[in-house]
């Protein structure tokens, strides 16, 4: 925080990442990695950030700092990313949902999807109004990304 510059920023970073007594103060080094992963951010964009954000998520969720904990995924929202908790169930997509969701991301209208599910606008709508909640998510622009976390995340499935 106390950098003045990005190379100065990721020396002292690293520096405490790695010093002996880190792991002994779990609290204030999730925090260095909130810290860190917020300036990374506004300096190099989300995709650089994500590491140190989601590691920061995992340690307070870890600790039970709940409003530390979502204070970071807010922040990896910004990065970009669909954060997942440990505390949250398996997302659960029916296969129809699915294909749905990513003729969606794929950009496609309501209509579109209709004509080649054979499926009314109006069905397709509801589908995806049940989807967007399901993967944590308000608006159909991010639903490619949360598909593409939904596929990398443990103990995920799609209901056959």
């Given at each position: ?77 910004a990065a970009g990313a669909v954060p997942r908790t440990s505390a949250q169930p398996p997302v659960q997509l029916t296969w ?65």
């Open positions: 925080m106390t950098a003045e510059g990005e190379a100065e920023a990721a020396e002292m970073h690293a520096r405490a990442e790695s010093h002996a007594a880190a792991a002994r103060y779990p609290f204030e080094l999730a925090r260095i990695r909130l810290a860190h992963g917020v300036r990374v951010r506004r300096a190099r964009g989300g995709p650089a950030a994500r590491k140190h954000l989601a590691s920061a998520v995992q340690a307070f969720e870890q600790l039970g700092a709940a409003g530390w904990a979502e204070r970071a995924r807010t922040e990896l929202r129809q949902e699915r294909r749905i969701a990513e003729l969606a991301a794929g950009g496609l209208t309501h209509e579109e999807i209709g004509e080649r599910t054979r499926l009314s606008p109006g069905i397709v709508s509801a589908h995806l109004y049940r989807v967007l909640p399901k993967l944590g998510i308000t608006t159909q622009a991010a639903l490619r990304a949360a598909l593409k976390e939904l596929d990398e995340a443990p103990g995920v499935r799609v209901i056959r």
